[in-house]
């Protein structure tokens, strides 16, 4: 399962914010009003890219997955185990996740893609009109352009999609990621009944993945999902380590499966199944590998404070865990960094603090195996 995540890199906007004070000052003039025009034009055509996103769900058939309205610190937050919305104190981004949950797959991201395309030519279009109406329309205008060409180009990461890999590279992709797209409304039912604690619908679920797609990489993180919602962690790392080895895999997907085994691999040291030092060496042998592959940094944060717990680095752990609850989106992620920084501070020997924030992520997910376990050692001290 794929959730559409479009790319806005930050190398993208220096790109532009560079092309844009070239444009400023050879013809205008005016380098702060045209730089004003250039960042506010990025952040509305970025923002335009994400309403058409999101106008593509009514239209087109998506689900929502991720709403986000802002960046820096939480103000409200209605998130639920298979969504995420929230609003953050600095509001000048939108971003927006949204996935196909019944065939045809494939058409319907590719006319999200289209809507998400179309919502950028509109902003676009009058903005070049008034392309001679001063520096801050001018600097607006060649923003604008640039970021939309910039979002055509076909390209796949860690992070997400570009607009134009959609367009121009979906309709042609090989067999093996066309089952992908053919098994994703399957996948994307069964990690939602393991998100969302119906175990036993997941378990179904996901023995009807394993008879109808065996080896298929969706159908096995899909699994996985299961497995940890389960607290079977080391069967688990063995699908993990089976993604991370898989040679043809794309990079994207590769540091995808890099941080999942990370992940897994603390879960089983913490959970006593398997040695400390075979899995903390699996652990950031993992993690190191995601990063080089593109996987965001501070993603990963949380997966880093984990080995740091383990290895006794209490206050890197609890410093680590509360920038990675503080930044995460997924209800469930966060609840494994609050369970994370709980055991942290029971650790140091802060039991009051542990009780507090333990209670915190029983507000997120009660029944999550890492907040329940967490919940049931500060019973016993």
């Not at 689900?63 to 639920?80: F, H, T």
């Not at 604008?144 to 979002?151: D, I, K, L, Q, T």
Request: hydrophobic share 55%.
């Amino acid at each position: 399962m794929r959730i559409i995540r479009l790319l806005a890199a930050p190398g993208a906007i220096a790109t532009i914010v560079a092309v844009v004070a070239i444009v400023v000052v050879e013809w205008s003039g005016g380098v702060a009003e045209g730089l004003a025009g250039a960042v506010v034009g990025l952040l509305v055509v970025l923002a335009a890219s994400q309403v058409g996103l999101l106008l593509s769900v009514p239209l087109v058939g998506m689900r929502v997955q991720r709403v986000v309205i802002g960046m820096g610190p939480r103000l409200a937050d209605w998130s639920r185990p298979n969504r995420a919305v929230a609003v953050r104190a600095i509001p000048v981004v939108l971003a927006v996740g949204v996935r196909a949950t019944t065939a045809p797959v494939r058409k319907r991201m590719w006319w999200s893609a289209l809507c998400s395309a179309l919502a950028e030519v509109a902003v676009l279009v009058p903005a070049a009109a008034n392309v001679d109406g001063g520096a801050f329309a001018h600097g607006f205008a060649v923003a604008c352009v640039a970021e939309f060409v910039y979002g055509m180009l076909p390209r796949r990461s860690a992070v997400g999609t570009s607009t134009g890999w959609l367009l121009f590279r979906l309709p042609f992709v090989s067999n093996e990621h066309a089952r992908q797209l053919e098994a994703a409304p399957l996948v994307g039912e069964t990690i939602d009944a393991a998100r969302g604690g119906d175990l036993a619908a997941a378990e179904r679920l996901a023995m009807a993945l394993r008879e109808a797609y065996p080896d298929l990489r969706a159908a096995l993180s899909a699994r996985m999902s299961v497995l940890e919602a389960q607290g079977r962690y080391v069967e688990a790392m063995i699908l993990a380590v089976k993604l991370a080895s898989d040679a043809e895999q794309e990079p994207d997907e590769a540091a995808g499966s890099f941080a999942a085994l990370a992940s897994l691999a603390c879960f089983s040291v913490e959970a006593g199944h398997l040695d400390a030092e075979l899995g903390l060496s699996t652990a950031n042998q993992s993690l190191e590998n995601a990063t080089t592959l593109g996987y965001p940094s501070y993603k990963l944060n949380g997966v880093r404070a984990l080995v740091a717990l383990l290895r006794g680095n209490l206050d890197v752990a609890i410093t680590l865990a509360t920038r990675a609850a503080d930044a995460g989106d997924s209800l469930l992620g966060r609840a494994d960094d609050l369970a994370t920084l709980a055991r942290a501070h029971m650790a140091s020997g802060d039991n009051q603090t542990a009780r507090q924030v333990i209670t915190e992520a029983e507000k997120l997910a009660s029944w999550w195996p890492r907040v329940a376990s967490t919940r049931s050692r500060l019973e016993v001290c």
